[in-house]
């Protein structure tokens, strides 16, 4: 940034330097990188002696970089500053001097908790369907991934009341259980939640996350861009709201909220770029490291993205200005160092169980590797938003529940535009570099163009590395709705500094040109459908009567990524019965080491009731199948089968299972099977 860009900005509020080593250097970007005075050169001549500050936010002293980093060489202009005329006095509002600036700190802390309440008043509004009934609503078209979440809710209380063990569970996919930490068990939201779950149950705690998820994050963000970036609230205010509410966060609420929990996200960012300037940079790794450590029990897969977003940056900066390689290394690395050891061995066993546990895999399904943006997706709408429509992104996404680009082309157009505008600060071209670097990843193997293969794409040489290939490509595009946030709030404040002779008129048209950029991706209530109830038999617990320990209570159809109900059946009991199957990740041939696939290994029974459960038609069974699917049952120690009085094709589906076992008898609301007789293995 340049001198005369420096001074037009308001004065930085109180509290926003308690550490001169966390001190925000307006002239470096994001405090990065701060070196000698003989590295740092303005881009641009002085500008004239700007008009004075406005009397509500008086100027204050530029505090020092550190020891460690020495500030800049002020400009001309800046030095005694003759033609400014002094900044207006504080209003004397009581003999004590500390008055005014407690004064000024509880207005900025009551500023924090209205933008806080607007981001929560809009989460509420996006989740509003879902909270009318959330036990009863789910996300249209795709439901699986919601049982999921709700029943690792379940398995949290399991962890906290009953000591469990949190990485691997054998209540579902029982015998060959599933490994937690291969699948996303989200144990650090869970563990938090499992106050609400065992008063509301799993399907409330879920609404809880996401409507926290979109409010934290935005929040989070508005938090770091007021105290790093930014001077002016509405600059931070927008910045975090696009973080927390952009199309590509909208798209995963429904289904993801693992993914939009990205709360820890700017404070992991925030203290990665301490480290390029810190003067303590192990007490600086620590606590990078701690919060590396809580961002992995939230989700991987971001926290990676988080890392590689913040190596990309750092590059591009040094590739303008390698000179600030020279005072950056050593604290770096020294933080870098402290946060690898100590995150290691905070996360060690928990990676040994995830890459080597039991029903671990490498690499994941061939069903979503190939997940990629199309070109087009990135000047669209996103479908939960006032501008979209489901059945225009129907070809330039995977599905629904990945929308990563969809910015419309009011905002694509602002976005390169406030490149073009800014292009002269290093930060701006930095973010512009990193942005594009992941939209281009997000392409995935092959790029496209309105579902119209043109070349392939860069990720198909990287698809296979370490780590990389357990990585949906498309997801790439999170970064880039990050970097398009912070371009917003840099824009709005440049715009809100200007002083030119109508300041008025500026700010009109800086309004207006949000409303143009933001409104077509205003966030909409998430669209949701009717799911069936638990049973009565299983929230009863009239299930208790028949399942011991040992055994399974095998839902019909059996559980699998297409039917998910019976692991709702399980959560709601905070998982006292095992079932069979499930959807969740698992090695392809069932061997640890294999590459994944969803679900565990091919059931003949299970995919025969299912098929019945989709079709309706009763199929002919002879005696090798009868003895083949009781096997089965005998493999999965089955106790009870139950099928819901109101399933789908519940009249086929009762025919076909009677014909395998027998006549069942109907108790409340389902169907029952007593097989303990058939299937215990010393009968």
Same mark, same amino acid.
């Given at each position: 940034?340049?001198?005369?860009?420096?001074?037009?900005?308001?004065?930085?509020?109180?509290?926003?330097?308690?550490?001169?080593?966390?001190?925000?250097?307006?002239?470096?970007?994001?405090?990065?990188?701060?070196?000698?005075?003989?590295?740092?050169?303005?881009?641009?001549?002085?500008?004239?002696?700007?008009?004075?500050?406005?009397?509500?936010?008086?100027?204050?002293?530029?505090?020092?970089?550190?020891?460690?980093?020495?500030?800049?060489?002020?400009?001309?202009?800046?030095?005694?500053?003759?033609?400014?005329?002094?900044?207006?006095?504080?209003?004397?509002?009581?003999?004590?001097?500390?008055?005014?600036?407690?004064?000024?700190?509880?207005?900025?802390?009551?500023?924090?908790?209205?933008?806080?309440?607007?981001?929560?008043?809009?989460?509420?509004?996006?989740?509003?369907?879902?909270?009318?009934?959330?036990?009863?609503?789910?996300?249209?078209?795709?439901?699986?991934?919601?049982?999921?979440?709700?029943?690792?809710?379940?398995?949290?209380?399991?962890?906290?009341?009953?000591?469990?063990?949190?990485?691997?569970?054998?209540?579902?996919?029982?015998?060959?259980?599933?490994?937690?930490?291969?699948?996303?068990?989200?144990?650090?939201?869970?563990?938090?939640?499992?106050?609400?779950?065992?008063?509301?149950?799993?399907?409330?705690?879920?609404?809880?996350?996401?409507?926290?998820?979109?409010?934290?994050?935005?929040?989070?963000?508005?938090?770091?861009?007021?105290?790093?970036?930014?001077?002016?609230?509405?600059?931070?205010?927008?910045?975090?709201?696009?973080?927390?509410?952009?199309?590509?966060?909208?798209?995963?609420?429904?289904?993801?909220?693992?993914?939009?929990?990205?709360?820890?996200?700017?404070?992991?960012?925030? /203290?990665?770029?301490?480290?390029?300037?810190?003067?303590?940079?192990?007490?600086?790794?620590?606590?990078?490291?701690?919060?590396?450590?809580?961002?992995?029990?939230?989700?991987?897969?971001?926290?990676?993205?988080?890392?590689?977003?913040?190596?990309?940056?750092?590059?591009?900066?040094?590739?303008?200005?390698?000179?600030?390689?020279?005072?950056?290394?050593?604290?770096?690395?020294?933080?870098?160092?402290?946060?690898?050891?100590?995150?290691?061995?905070?996360?060690?066993?928990?990676?040994?169980?995830?890459?080597?546990?039991?029903?671990?895999?490498?690499?994941?399904?061939?069903?979503?590797?190939?997940?990629?943006?199309?070109?087009?997706?990135?000047?669209?709408?996103?479908?939960?938003?006032?501008?979209?429509?489901?059945?225009?992104?129907?070809?330039?996404?995977?599905?629904?529940?990945?929308?990563?680009?969809?910015?419309?082309?009011?905002?694509?157009?602002?976005?390169?535009?406030?490149?073009?505008?800014?292009?002269?600060?290093?930060?701006?071209?930095?973010?512009?570099?990193?942005?594009?670097?992941?939209?281009?990843?997000?392409?995935?193997?092959?790029?496209?163009?309105?579902?119209?293969?043109?070349?392939?794409?860069?990720?198909?040489?990287?698809?296979?590395?370490?780590?990389?290939?357990?990585?949906?490509?498309?997801?790439?595009?999170?970064?880039?709705?990050?970097?398009?946030?912070?371009?917003?709030?840099?824009?709005?404040?440049?715009?809100?500094?200007? /002083?030119?002779?109508?300041?008025?008129?500026?700010?009109?048209?800086?309004?207006?040109?949000?409303?143009?950029?933001?409104?077509?991706?205003?966030?909409?209530?998430?669209?949701?459908?009717?799911?069936?109830?638990?049973?009565?038999?299983?929230?009863?617990? /009239?299930?208790?009567?028949?399942?011991?320990?040992?055994?399974?209570?095998?839902?019909?159809?059996?559980?699998?990524?297409?039917?998910?109900?019976?692991?709702?059946?399980?959560?709601?009991?905070?998982?006292?019965?095992?079932?069979?199957?499930?959807?969740?990740?698992?090695?392809?041939?069932?061997?640890?080491?294999?590459?994944?696939?969803?679900?565990?290994?091919?059931?003949?029974?299970?995919?025969?009731?299912?098929?019945?459960?989709?079709?309706?038609?009763?199929?002919?069974?002879?005696?090798?199948? /009868?003895?083949?699917?009781?096997?089965?049952?005998?493999?999965?120690?089955?106790?009870?089968?139950?099928?819901?009085?109101?399933?789908?094709?519940?009249?086929?589906?009762?025919?076909?299972?009677?014909?395998?076992?027998?006549?069942?008898?109907?108790?409340?609301?389902?169907?029952?099977?007593?097989?303990?007789?058939?299937?215990?293995?010393?009968?």
């Amino acid at each position: 940034m340049t001198p005369a860009e420096s001074r037009a900005l308001p004065a930085p509020h109180t509290e926003a330097a308690p550490d001169s080593a966390e001190l925000v250097s307006y002239r470096t970007p994001v405090g990065m990188f701060a070196g000698p005075p003989a590295l740092t050169v303005p881009t641009t001549t002085p500008a004239e002696p700007e008009a004075p500050a406005e009397p509500e936010a008086p100027a204050e002293p530029e505090a020092p970089a550190g020891p460690g980093a020495p500030s800049e060489p002020a400009a001309p202009a800046e030095t005694a500053a003759p033609s400014e005329p002094a900044a207006p006095a504080e209003p004397a509002a009581s003999t004590d001097g500390a008055t005014p600036a407690r004064w000024r700190r509880w207005t900025r802390r009551r500023q924090h908790l209205a933008v806080g309440g607007l981001f929560l008043l809009a989460a509420l509004w996006v989740t509003s369907r879902i909270w009318l009934d959330p036990s009863g609503r789910v996300a249209s078209l795709y439901t699986g991934d919601p049982a999921q979440v709700q029943f690792f809710l379940a398995h949290s209380v399991r962890v906290v009341l009953h000591g469990e063990f949190p990485f691997y569970t054998e209540q579902f996919n029982y015998p060959d259980g599933v490994n937690l930490m291969a699948n996303t068990a989200v144990l650090a939201l869970g563990i938090p939640m499992v106050p609400v779950t065992l008063l509301f149950g799993p399907a409330v705690s879920f609404v809880v996350l996401v409507t926290l998820g979109l409010a934290g994050t935005a929040m989070a963000w508005y938090l770091m861009l007021s105290r790093h970036l930014v001077r002016t609230p509405l600059a931070a205010a927008v910045g975090g709201w696009f973080c927390g509410f952009s199309p590509a966060m909208l798209s995963h609420a429904s289904w993801h909220p693992n993914i939009i929990s990205q709360f820890l996200l700017p404070f992991i960012v925030w /203290r990665a770029l301490v480290l390029t300037r810190s003067t303590r940079p192990v007490r600086d790794g620590a606590l990078l490291a701690l919060l590396v450590s809580a961002q992995a029990f939230i989700n991987e897969e971001i926290l990676l993205f988080t890392a590689l977003a913040c190596g990309v940056f750092l590059l591009a900066v040094l590739a303008q200005e390698p000179a600030r390689w020279r005072a950056a290394w050593r604290p770096l690395g020294v933080g870098v160092a402290t946060c690898a050891l100590l995150a290691g061995a905070l996360l060690a066993y928990p990676l040994y169980v995830q890459f080597a546990g039991p029903m671990a895999y490498h690499g994941l399904s061939d069903a979503v590797q190939d997940y990629g943006n199309d070109i087009a997706a990135f000047f669209a709408p996103g479908s939960p938003t006032l501008g979209g429509n489901q059945r225009a992104n129907i070809n330039l996404a995977p599905n629904y529940s990945e929308e990563n680009a969809f910015f419309g082309w009011s905002l694509s157009m602002i976005a390169i535009g406030i490149v073009v505008w800014l292009r002269r600060e290093l930060i701006v071209r930095a973010l512009a570099v990193t942005g594009v670097f992941f939209a281009v990843l997000s392409l995935g193997e092959r790029v496209s163009w309105w579902d119209r293969e043109l070349i392939t794409g860069p990720w198909q040489w990287l698809v296979h590395l370490p780590l990389l290939d357990a990585v949906v490509p498309t997801r790439f595009g999170l970064i880039t709705s990050v970097v398009v946030g912070l371009l917003l709030a840099l824009a709005v404040e440049r715009a809100w500094a200007l /002083r030119p002779a109508d300041r008025r008129t500026v700010r009109v048209l800086t309004a207006a040109g949000l409303a143009f950029a933001l409104l077509p991706v205003a966030p909409m209530p998430l669209r949701m459908v009717s799911r069936p109830p638990v049973p009565d038999f299983i929230t009863a617990d /009239r299930w208790r009567a028949y399942v011991g320990p040992d055994q399974t209570l095998v839902p019909i159809p059996v559980p699998s990524m297409g039917n998910t109900h019976g692991m709702r059946w399980a959560a709601a009991t905070n998982l006292d019965f095992k079932i069979p199957g499930g959807y969740f990740l698992a090695p392809r041939n069932g061997n640890t080491g294999d590459a994944g696939r969803f679900g565990g290994r091919p059931s003949g029974v299970g995919q025969m009731l299912e098929e019945v459960a989709t079709t309706g038609r009763t199929p002919k069974l002879d005696d090798r199948q /009868r003895r083949r699917f009781t096997d089965e049952f005998r493999h999965w120690h089955a106790a009870i089968l139950v099928l819901p009085v109101r399933q789908q094709n519940a009249e086929p589906l009762r025919r076909t299972v009677e014909e395998l076992v027998g006549p069942g008898r109907q108790e409340l609301d389902v169907w029952v099977w007593d097989v303990r007789a058939l299937t215990d293995r010393s009968v």
